[in-house]
């Protein structure tokens, strides 16, 4: 099993930044891709970002030149910084990694005030 814990979200003005982390624990000895999913009220949950082992990086179009993903293997933890942040960020983020299978972190809502 693997347990997965975020940081807190929180509220920022547009424009703002926000670091996100989340760090695994558990049977960690496998983990391959980590990344990101938000889900904005009465959206479907949208892929932000993904992180392979190797470190190589997708993001999606609506936050590409504004969002960066990273990861520590050291740490089992992956990091998503958010920077000019827009209302249209608004949502709660979820972390993900994958083993044999995806395990989810609980969420840390993140607010952009306009």
């Known amino acids: 099993q693997v347990q997965l814990v975020e940081s807190r979200g929180g509220l920022v003005q547009a424009g703002g930044s926000l670091r996100l982390s989340c760090s695994a624990s558990?049977?960690?000895?496998?983990?391959?891709?980590m990344g990101w999913y938000r889900q904005a009220p009465g959206k479907q949950r949208e892929l932000v970002a993904t992180i392979s082992t190797s470190g190589t990086t997708n993001y999606a179009d609506s936050v590409k030149d504004r969002f960066t993903i990273s990861r520590d293997n050291a740490k089992n933890t992956v990091y998503l910084q958010m920077n000019s942040l827009k209302p249209e960020d608004t949502a709660v983020y979820y972390c993900?990694?994958?083993?044999?299978?995806?395990?989810w972190g609980q969420g840390t809502q993140v607010t952009v005030s306009s």
């Open positions: 558990g049977s960690t000895f496998s983990i391959n891709a």
């Open positions: 993900y990694v994958v083993l044999k299978s995806y395990y």
